[in-house]
């Protein structure tokens, strides 16, 4: 296996999702309810977590939880 620009797929993956709306990067709708947003928040987070993931990914996995959180953030002041 050849692993050609691995890291370039990557960034252009956290790009992307950076540039979404809170409830694009959580995967809710816009009338989601709060405990609909905190149960998508967490199972987000448990599977991007750097601790229970592979060395390589782990900061891929950094990054797209302060996206993750941010986007968490901004739908908690809101609600």
Do not use: C
Not at 30 to 59: I, M, W
Request: no cysteine; net charge positive.
């Amino acid at each position: 296996m050849q692993w050609n620009d691995v890291k370039g797929s990557y960034v252009g993956k956290v790009a992307k999702l950076s540039s979404k709306s809170p409830h694009e990067i959580l995967g809710v709708s816009p009338d989601a309810s709060f405990d609909e947003v905190k149960g998508a928040h967490r199972k987000l987070v448990k599977t991007y977590h750097p601790d229970g993931s592979d060395p390589f990914l782990s900061n891929h996995n950094q990054e797209m939880l302060k996206i993750i959180n941010a986007a968490y953030d901004r739908l908690r002041e809101g609600k």
